[in-house]
């Protein structure tokens, strides 16, 4: 059996959709919204980031973080300073902000080596 898509990047879900015709996108959507889903990430790019090259090490387990979009998403500590970028396959999330949802999260593991990592879990705030 063969495929029913219409062979674009608009069949999977998340993607925007066209204007009418065949393959009007949207993908198959699961009645879900996946702006209120929590998630759990590690983070990119963690010794690049503010935290790490002030301090030298990673934040502690339960430290509270935000999301902020700074040209890429980054997962933000209170005093402003970056902790790390999130994986870009949660790239949907800056359109979720610009609705108004706000994401809070918690690390619930950090590690300074070998190589610096910082484990997030996120759970969103609805406008």
Excluded: H, W
Excluded at 42 to 65: I, K, M, W
Excluded at 85 to 105: H, I, K, V
Aim: aromatic fraction near 8%; hydrophobic fraction near 30%.
């Amino acid at each position: 059996m063969g495929s029913t898509g219409s062979g674009s990047f608009s069949d999977y879900p998340g993607s925007r959709p066209k204007d009418g015709g065949e393959g009007a996108g949207g993908g198959g959507a699961s009645g879900e919204d996946r702006c209120a889903r929590a998630f759990s990430c590690a983070l990119e790019e963690v010794e690049q980031c503010d935290y790490f090259t002030a301090s030298g090490g990673v934040p502690p387990a339960n430290t509270a973080l935000t999301i902020e979009q700074r040209g890429r998403l980054f997962a933000v500590d209170p005093s402003g300073q970056t902790v790390g970028a999130l994986p870009t396959s949660f790239n949907y999330l800056a359109d979720c902000m610009a609705a108004g949802f706000t994401y809070e999260g918690r690390v619930n593991s950090s590690a300074s080596t070998p190589v610096a990592s910082v484990n997030v879990d996120f759970a969103p705030r609805t406008p």
